[in-house]
């Protein structure tokens, strides 16, 4: 099994930063893909970007197109999120994700391509 963990929420201005992060651990060798997703309330969950364990591939959410950005520290079993040029309808709970199975397509857009998910961490950015 992998297990996932985020960390790094917090409070936000518009037009701030934040970076989150994602630790894996357990069978990381098994893994494919992470990815990061983020629910508001009373929304669905929606998918910001992913990023190849091994390779270079990441795809982007609409969302997230231009100010996110994913990255990886394999040495640490770890992935990143930043994200500029906040919104406040960056208003969210983001979680990390972590794919063990392999995906035809290799997007790993879809959050049914995940199956071990972080406890999520809150990210507020106000006006």
């Known amino acids: 099994q992998v297990h ?3 960390f ?13 992060s994602c630790a894996a651990s357990g069978r990381t060798f098994s893994m494919y893909a992470m990815g990061w997703f983020r629910q508001a309330p ?10 190849r364990w091994t390779g ?3 795809y982007y959410g609409d969302s ?6 994913i990255s990886r520290d ?6 990143y999120l930043q994200m500029n040029s906040l919104k406040p309808e960056d208003t969210a709970v983001y979680y990390c994700a972590a794919a063990t199975s392999w995906s035809v397509s290799g997007l ?18 106000s006006s």
Do not use: H, M, P
Not at 42 to 51: D, H, P, V
Not at 64 to 69: L, M, V, Y
Not at 74 to 79: G, S
């Open 8 to 20: 790094g929420g917090g409070l936000a201005q518009a037009g701030g930063s934040l970076r989150l």
């Open 108 to 125: 790993y857009r879809s959050s049914a391509q995940y199956d071990q998910w972080g406890q999520g961490t809150q990210v507020t950015v």
């Open 74 to 79: 394999n040495a640490k079993n770890t992935v």
């Open 64 to 69: 997230a197109k231009g100010r996110f950005t």
């Open 4 to 6: 996932v963990v985020e």
């Open 56 to 58: 270079s591939s990441t």
């Open 42 to 51: 009373g929304k669905e969950r929606e998918f910001l970007a992913t990023i």
